[in-house]
């Protein structure tokens, strides 16, 4: 990102972390577009920022939870970090009668979102939002592709959160749909929140959760 201003030398490396020196020696002028990234995939037109989920390559959890989706989904929809609104756009495809509301706390994320709903003419509504704190209404499905990352460290308490949380913004009959990964289990915070939930579908590295609300 550097490379046409800066001459970066190495200083020294530590176990997690490298330190670089560089000098800038001239004016520069910052256009975003300069760093946005276009994935086309099954037709989608996906525009992602550095620092996003999924910049480099789509996630094949956003994949395997998108080939869940139907036409039978319907009504209000909240896509929880929606991140590059890779789910959001292809629900918007695949079923016409929804009305997306995305999330997000990551300010380069809420562009990529907003980029990619625009860009291919889908309407919605974009939150600033950390989870649910700028969420008011109840939706008729939340889905969500949730980070299981804390820096390098394993952490399910997005998730969980996620799920603990989902029931006050879900109508009678809504629906909680997300993916995770298959060596992770759920069960008990689903039990504990949910009389009826299942998983959909499974690889050897993804699933998708789905629970109901009655």
């Avoid at 929606?82 to 990551?106: D, F, P, Q, R």
């Avoid at 069960?187 to 959760?209: A, E, W």
């Amino acid at each position: 990102m550097f490379r046409m201003w800066i001459n970066l030398n190495k200083i020294d490396t530590a176990k997690h972390a490298v330190l670089f020196y560089g000098r800038l020696d001239q004016n520069t002028h910052f256009k975003l577009s300069n760093y946005i990234h276009l994935h086309i995939w099954n037709d989608y037109n996906i525009i992602t920022l550095p620092g996003v989920f999924g910049y480099k390559s789509i996630d094949s959890g956003s994949k395997l939870l998108i080939s869940t989706f139907t036409q039978q989904i319907t009504g209000k929809i909240l896509d929880i970090g929606s991140g590059s609104g890779i789910l959001s756009l292809a629900l918007s495809k695949i079923s016409k009668n929804t009305s997306i509301t995305m999330t997000e706390v990551n300010l380069f994320a809420i562009i990529s979102s907003k980029i990619t709903l625009t860009y291919n003419a889908k309407p919605y509504q974009m939150l600033l939002s950390n989870l649910y704190s700028s969420v008011s209404h109840k939706f008729d499905m939340i889905m969500c592709n949730p980070p299981i990352h804390n820096n390098l460290q394993l952490s399910l308490q997005v998730t969980k959160s996620i799920i603990q949380y989902s029931i006050n913004y879900l109508k009678y009959g809504g629906e909680l749909r997300f993916v995770t990964n298959s060596c992770i289990s759920y069960h008990k915070i689903l039990k504990n929140t949910f009389h009826k939930y299942k998983i959909l579908i499974q690889n050897n590295h993804f699933k998708v959760y789905q629970a109901k609300l009655f």
